[in-house]
């Protein structure tokens, strides 16, 4: 045979890129495989993982509850009908935590909303009240009010995720009874969730901000904009979220620090019964003023639609899927489908990108917030190739955003057909993160977010790019693998005495 009838020989490298970069020069078909060895001692979970007869199958079942799960707005009420919060009860972004080691963003969150409330009158009695019994029951004293009889409910504080109850809040997620909330529900299932109304951006109460001017914006929201959204979301009918959200990856949002489309979008929706319902002229104009003014307001639409598809695996046996990734300022966390409510945690990293003018490394606290939950269904940092311009904002480029999509395809198990990314010739964004995927690539999810100042009060003080610790999937997949193993039973060979 001559040389020119000789097939071509096809090289598949791993390692080193200089070794396949040298090959490709030399005229070489090559197939690069990012591939690294996993965590030492993992190896043995990892096999009974991917061993587990019941995971092939509960991993189809999973991802096929996720891409068919709908999301429409249907009602916007306050959270004591919603939950049925009481005064002195609230719930917050992230795993479970106690006031000892919230972080303060989540701390100046909580004293705006004990003002907010009514339960004391000013922010060293509300934190006194708060350090003297908050938490998950391991709140400790700080000392006596400042003021002599600052309070007026003497019953403690209760806290909880919003996870825990179905819903999510974004950066410190704080939610109490008189605090509005978008009800949204998939009309395939008929399962909700929900999410506190957005406030816009920096000296806000979910950066951890409680001044004057918070609260009056709170009480506002309270008193003019849940109520008349309310009214033209029951006069409207029900607004397909999913369905906004499909088209504004169409349009440069990605759904998580871009969401300009999407606002404007639900203004559209909503602006006919708005106007129809005859509303003051001036609340109404003071609303859609507000809504259409603040980039971020669809933000908290999406991260409870993006619940509903994450929440839809849940309680899978054997499947390996996240269904929660979510942080409270000190800790991340995330869940899976078959492993319940339970929580896989380890401290938190701080996000990387850009500041406010007169913030800096040193301002930012660790990441925070419940609404990672929009790339644990697919959007925000997964989606980032459909929105170039958010690259400025965390401090990235428009390559480096397509390459971050193109990556997180290798941890993920579908691809979602209703949300497409044009720049990628309509690819569906990746979807359905898989513990074994990233333990075994060492590839961690990219969530790109804001930044809290650490300081309770301070507000944003930027925005950028950020990951879990993989302590958290390590944690998981040894669950995954001790219930694996359960599910087998006992094997050939094994003691059975």
Known sequence: MSD??????????TGIATFADDLVEQGL???????????????????????????????????????????????????????????????????????????????GALIGAVLFEGIAETPDAAESWLGAGAGTGTGTSTGAPSEPSPLRHAHSPELAPCHSRGGVGPMAGVVSPSMWLFELRDPNSGRTSWCSLNEGLGKVLRYGAYGPDVITRLRWMAEVLGPVLQRAVRRSGPVDVKAIIAQMLHMGDEGHNRNRAGTLMLLRELLPALIE???????????????????????????PACKLAAGAAAGVAGSSVVTVMARNGTDFG????????????????????????????????????DSAITETAGVGGF???????IARLVGGTAAGAVAATGLMYEITLAENPALTIPALDFRGTPTGIDV??????????????????????????????????????????????????????????DDLR
């Open 4 to 13: 020119l009838l000789k097939p071509m020989p096809h090289i598949v490298t």
């Open 29 to 107: 078909p090559v197939t690069r495989v990012d591939w690294r060895p996993p965590p030492p001692g993992t190896e043995g979970d990892l096999a009974d993982v991917a061993l587990d007869a019941r995971r092939v199958d509960a991993n189809e079942m999973a991802v096929r509850r996720m891409l068919a799960a709908g999301a429409e707005l249907v009602d916007v009420r306050p959270a004591r009908e919603v939950l049925g919060l009481e005064v002195g009860q609230f719930l917050h972004a992230g795993p479970p935590i106690g006031w000892e080691r919230a972080s303060g963003p989540l701390r």
């Open 277 to 303: 319902n005859g509303e003051d002229a001036k609340a109404l104009a003071d609303v859609v003023r507000f809504v259409s003014g603040n980039d971020h307001f669809f933000l908290n639409l999406v991260m």
């Open 334 to 369: 995330i869940q899976t489908a078959g492993t319940g409510d339970r929580w896989f945690t380890a401290p938190a990293h701080t996000p990387e990108g850009l500041f406010l003018a007169g913030y800096g490394p040193e301002d930012a606290n660790p990441d925070i917030g």
């Open 383 to 389: 989606a980032m190739a459909a929105a170039p311009a």
């Open 436 to 493: 074994t995927r990233v333990v075994r690539t060492g590839v961690l999810p990219q969530i790109n977010t804001g930044m809290a100042g650490r300081v309770a009060g301070t507000g944003q003080v930027g925005a950028g790019l950020v990951t879990p610790p993989a302590e958290c999937f390590t944690q998981a997949l040894t669950a995954l693998a001790e219930l694996a193993r359960d599910a087998a039973g006992p094997q050939d060979g």
